[in-house]
T-cell receptor, first 116, second 114 residues
């Protein structure tokens, strides 16, 4: 049971380049999330998904797109990278069933992205 | 917008001390509150989750309490060790907002000095 995994771990992009970050979870969770973490700002939600084939915007969605074609995978895309997107990106997942108050979020190890 | 505040931002203590980390939130209508540990350059490791109906949770040397009415949670670490050095984050989950979104504090960076 690997939990939540993220690919790649590190990446350097030039302004205007595109890339896709992959998140995979093997816990059969319905909900998946993408966050970014910046110094002094905490984690902020970019996009999330409540199930296969569905996605929704979070707090800071501009410049990003997502897809959830399979329940276990959640992809985050940057179509035209900008220096402001330099950050650490975390994926998380959680159950949708059962007691709502008992739902934990499980996090991946993160992807450190630098845009020059 | 919900706000979660953690004070202090940084804390340095000698090994063996008991310590308390604080987390406050603006809206008391929460589902739960989760404490995480983050080591430098690493992901978030869940430490404790307290449901809104609970007052505290314990795991080993860690004890987390929740006072919804005052919008506060504390994480108590007993007999601190150098291995406890990390950033501690609290996250509050609310109903009725975007999905099952957690709102995160900016963390308390803890250094335990041998």
């Amino acid at each position: 049971n690997a939990g939540v995994t993220q690919t790649p771990k590190f990446r350097v992009l030039k302004t205007g380049q595109s890339m896709t970050l992959l998140c995979a979870q093997d816990m059969n969770h319905e909900y998946m999330y993408w966050y970014r973490q910046d110094p002094g700002m905490g984690l902020r939600l970019i996009h999330y998904s409540v199930g296969e084939g569905t996605t929704a915007k979070g707090e800071v969605p501009d410049g990003y797109n997502v897809s959830r074609l399979k329940k276990q995978n959640f992809l985050l895309g940057l179509e035209s990278a900008a220096p402001s997107q330099t950050s650490v990106y975390f994926c998380a997942s959680s159950y949708a069933r059962g007691n709502r108050e008992d739902r934990e979020q499980y996090f991946g190890p993160g992807t450190r992205l630098t845009v020059t | 917008k919900q706000e979660v505040t953690q004070i202090p931002a940084a804390l340095s203590v000698p090994e063996g001390e008991n310590l308390v980390l604080n987390c406050s939130f603006t809206d008391s209508a929460i589902y739960n509150l989760q404490w995480f540990r983050q080591d430098p350059g690493k992901g978030l490791t869940s430490l404790l989750l307290i449901q809104s109906s609970q007052r505290e949770q314990t795991s080993g040397r860690l004890n987390a309490s929740l006072d919804k009415s005052s919008g506060r949670s504390t994480l108590y670490i007993a007999a601190s060790q150098p291995g406890d050095s990390a950033t501690y984050l609290c996250a509050v989950r609310y109903p009725g907002y975007t999905g099952n979104q957690f709102y995160f504090g900016t963390g308390t960076s803890l250094t335990v000095i041998p």
